[in-house]
T-cell receptor, first 114, second 110 residues
Framework: KAGVTQTPRYLIKTRGQQVTLSCSPI?????VSWYQQTPGQGLQFLFE???????NKGNFPGRFSGRQFSNSRSEMNVSTLELGDSALYLC?????????????FGAGTRLSVL | QKEVEQDPGPLSVPEGAIVSLNCTYS??????FMWYRQYSRKGPELLMY????GNKEDGRFTAQVDKSSKYISLFIRDSQPSDSATYLC??????????FGQGTTLQVKP
């Protein structure tokens, strides 16, 4: 069974631009979560989607948004990029939003903002 | 104060040593406890998963949860150079949102 696929793997953008990252979950998984990982803050939760609806949201500004499609694939968008948005963005999928369900991570998209 | 505290290390041990990794937490609502391993330039992969208090063993890895002390541990026996990675503790309550520790970088020297 294929794992969680994130594209692209690497991105370089400049301040003020916007970016869209894509995540394809494991087949059969309906929940997708997004995380930001930086050396200083570690892994921080962005948001979670289940059945095309946002179910949980972390403490990030409104510049960070996401959506989920009917096939469970998800995208996240960051508008008006800032230098501090440089990070590894990780997507994780699970079978449902129940806490006991394990989340499986993709390899991430490394975003560099210049 | 962060909800989950984890010593970032780095931790360096000789091959064959027993490694102890620890996290403390403040939210008594946490019920599900996990350890993830992350190699450089890779996403985290699940190593151990425990519900509530107790011990769980899987090969060379043992996870312990002490809810009364709000303390979890991961032990690695007979450590190998291939165990060199960053180890992340994670936990969640009924919301399903995972809260991660900062991660501990481990190096096992041959």
């Amino acid at each position: 069974k294929a794992g969680v696929t994130q594209t692209p793997r690497y991105l370089i953008k400049t301040r003020g631009q916007q970016v869209t990252l894509s995540c394809s979950p494991i087949s059969g998984h309906r929940s997708v979560s997004w995380y930001q990982q930086t050396p200083g803050q570690g892994l921080q939760f962005l948001f979670e989607y289940f059945s095309e609806t946002q179910r949980n949201k972390g403490n990030f500004p409104g510049r960070f948004s996401g959506r989920q499609f009917s096939n469970s694939r998800s995208e996240m968008n960051v508008s008006t990029l800032e230098l501090g948005d440089s990070a590894l963005y990780l997507c994780a999928s699970s079978t449902s939003i129940l806490a006991k369900n394990i989340q499986y991570f993709g390899a991430g998209t490394r975003l560099s903002v210049l | 104060q962060k909800e989950v505290e984890q010593d970032p290390g780095p931790l360096s041990v000789p091959e064959g040593a027993i490694v102890s990794l620890n996290c403390t937490y403040s939210n008594s609502a946490f019920q599900y406890f996990m350890w993830y391993r992350q190699y450089s330039r890779k996403g985290p992969e699940l190593l151990m998963y425990t519900y509530s208090s107790g011990n769980k063993e899987d090969g060379r890895f043992t996870a312990q949860v002490d809810k009364s002390s709000k303390y979890i541990s991961l032990f690695i026996r007979d450590s190998q150079p291939s165990d060199s990675a960053t180890y992340l503790c994670a936990m969640s309550s009924n919301t399903g949102k995972l809260i991660f520790g900062q991660g501990t970088t481990l190096q096992v020297k041959p």
